[in-house]
């Protein structure tokens, strides 16, 4: 994209967040039809952002944003809701402060309440969480996701097996 059309670009999108803060008034009848229009075009010529499943298993935010985001293993970014669901599944609750998040497409996020749990007399431990089961593959992969071993909850095989199955986390 050269130069001129990257600053319409950018002119266009302030004039679109500008345009959505103004109250509506009879007096000040703006379209926001072409500014949105614009704004659409624009976001669709964005290169698109490739997953990096080799950041799989870090925590980071931006410098601009207090969000935390872990990398899951297809390498996408996935918001961490809140302070106790980080605490629930992460024995550490420290991101790395770096402005490449923002270059990491976004996934799902994490449900606020999601934890770890195994079925009783199982081994197998699964994050829990968005309706889904995603079996944690080994003991490397709990300690790469600095998964908390201790805040593994244990439920019964029946409750365990009525959850429907996602993708492993590996």
Known sequence: ?????????????AIAVSVAALPATPALAVSKAPVAEAATRTAAKA??????????????????NPAVYVIDPAGYRRHIPDPQTWRQLF??????VND?????PTG???????????????????????GRKRWITSPAVMDKYRFDWNKVVTISKA?????PTGA???
């Open 168 to 170: 492993n986390w590996s």
């Open 47 to 64: 290169p698109a952002q490739k997953p990096h499943p080799e950041f799989a298993g870090r925590q980071f935010k931006s410098s601009d």
């Open 108 to 130: 799902k996020p994490l449900e606020s309440g999601s934890f770890l749990g195994k079925a009783s007399g199982q081994d197998a431990i699964y994050l829990i969480g968005n």
């Open 100 to 104: 490449l998040i923002k270059l990491i």
């Open 91 to 96: 024995r550490v609750q420290q991101a790395e």
């Open 1 to 13: 994209m050269n130069t001129k059309r990257l600053v319409r670009a950018l002119v266009g999108t």
């Open 159 to 163: 409750a365990l097996n009525a959850i």
